[in-house]
């Protein structure tokens, strides 16, 4: 069974593990030890085991912003992205939704999509020498009662 949850703070190493895989050693930890701080953490869990986790931030001009998504290998393909993007969806403070991926990336390119996310810009000049794409996605609003 694959649970979509909230972290608890014995979740940061079993994130950073998977963090890493993107980021790198040096950056995984704080990466994840600051969005668990803000409460801005999805994980999923398997077998008493991190398997993947969502990443986001609600200051980035004025939005919501998914800083990273990261699936284990072996968990890929089995909705739990699409998961993460729902629970997201469902707790942003904003009505707009953004994302980004490297343009080499092209599982996430295609998740994007899939997710109903459209492109929205590019960033040129990071570090990582290719460009980022943005994706942005409307939530239609909530309705109460
Ligand atoms: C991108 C990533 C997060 C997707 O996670 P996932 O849990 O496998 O995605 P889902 O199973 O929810 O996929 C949802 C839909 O996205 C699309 N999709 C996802 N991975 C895909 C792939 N490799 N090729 C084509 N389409 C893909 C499909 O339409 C899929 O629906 P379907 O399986 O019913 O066809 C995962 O591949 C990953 O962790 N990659 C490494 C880290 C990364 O690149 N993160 C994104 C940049 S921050």
């Known amino acids: 069974m694959i649970e979509i949850r909230l972290p608890r703070t014995t979740d940061a190493a079993g994130c950073a593990e998977l963090a890493a895989t993107v980021t790198g050693e040096e950056r995984a930890g704080p990466f994840i030890k600051s969005h668990l701080e803000r409460h801005h953490l999805i994980v999923a ?3 008493k085991e991190i398997v993947g ?21 072996d968990f890929r393909r089995k ?12 707790v942003s403070p904003s009505p707009r939704v953004f994302s980004s991926t490297e343009e080499t990336n092209a599982a996430s390119i295609r998740m994007h999509t899939a997710l109903g996310f459209q492109p929205s810009g590019h960033v040129d000049n990071l570090p990582q020498g290719v460009r980022e794409l ?5 939530i239609p609003p909530r309705s109460f009662g």
């Not at 943005?134 to 409307?138: D, I, N, T």
């Open 134 to 138: 943005l994706f942005y996605k409307r």
């Open 45 to 47: 869990e398997a077998n």
């Open 79 to 90: 909705g739990i992205a699409r998961e993460f993007y729902k629970s997201v969806e469902a």
């Open 53 to 73: 986790f969502l990443a986001y931030r609600t200051d980035w001009f004025q939005c919501t912003f998914v800083s990273l998504v990261v699936v284990r290998e």
